[in-house]
């Protein structure tokens, strides 16, 4: 009986590890890139980017993540294996939602809640910086690892950090550009003028006929003016924008990401690491 529970929720975490691989790979970020091996879907490697306005802004940092049995009841695992003077290499890291605070896990969380929640956990400092896993380095000597941190290679992916997560395309065109460089539509041929915005035509009248029928030479022909005519406006249908149904909103990434480190920033003033 034990058997086929178990065997139940090894199936249950393999849907859910393979959903949330589909949910990655159709909706890409700049800022992170994450699949599982092809020879364990339970041990995932991730790039991500280092946070903007940091001594890791630059770098490219690539990490383990290990998914246990019971995924996603408990969480996942992380370490660090690009030199980064933040955190341990090849260590587990004790952050809030790590296997070091099972108790704090949710199981509507996933891979990219990890990813977000380690991405904003590499800028903090000082106390709210120590825990299992974390060093401090100087701020110098992080902007270094960071430079070097692009040509990284992991062993197992044969890949640098580079190659697996490149930098945003800086060379598209912005749509003012485009618009400025778009070729002018041509020039109407020139026609012969006629009064402007109406048509006009000369209409002979009862007034400019003789009594014999014959048109009068020394009147002068009445011109009528018509008016053109209008030119329908046809409504044009709102066409539906298709929107992403996988990657949540971009402000609700930064919020998961704040909120994971204030939960842990809290844990670390009323448990106090012994370390």
Not at 55 to 68: A, K, M, Q, V
Not at 140 to 162: D, F, G, I, M
Not at 225 to 245: D, F, G, R, Y
């Amino acid at each position: 009986m034990a058997t086929t529970s178990s065997a139940n929720r090894n199936n249950s975490a393999v849907k859910r590890i393979m959903q949330e691989a589909r949910e990655l790979a159709n909706d890409p970020s700049t800022d992170y890139t994450a699949a599982p091996l092809e020879d364990d879907i339970f041990e995932w490697h991730c790039t991500i980017r280092g946070p903007v306005g940091t001594e890791f802004e630059g770098g490219l940092y690539h990490l383990r993540i290990l998914l246990p049995a019971e995924y996603p009841f408990r969480p996942p695992s992380l370490m660090v294996l690009t030199p980064n003077g933040r955190f341990e290499l090849n260590t587990k890291i004790c952050i809030s939602f790590t296997n070091y605070h099972e108790e704090l896990w949710q199981p509507a969380w996933g891979v990219r809640t990890a990813i977000l929640g380690i991405h904003s956990f590499f800028p903090l400092k000082g106390q709210a910086a120590v825990g299992v896993g974390s060093i401090e380095y100087h701020s110098a000597e992080r902007k270094r690892l960071a430079v070097l941190s692009r040509e990284w290679t992991c062993p197992h992916c044969q890949q640098s950090n580079l190659e697996l997560l490149p930098d945003p395309s800086t060379s598209a065109a912005s749509p003012e550009t485009e618009s400025d460089s778009a070729p002018e539509p041509p020039a109407a041929p020139n026609e012969p003028s006629t009064s402007p915005s109406l048509s006009s035509h000369t209409e002979v009248t009862a007034s400019n006929v003789s009594d014999d029928g014959v048109p009068r030479a020394d009147l002068t022909p009445v011109t009528v003016v018509t008016p053109p005519i209008p030119i329908p406006i046809h409504a044009v249908a709102a066409v539906p924008q298709t929107t992403s149904h996988f990657r949540p909103p971009v402000f609700l990434d930064a919020l998961i990401g704040i909120i994971l480190a204030l939960d842990y920033i809290h844990i670390g003033y009323l448990f106090p690491s012994s370390q």
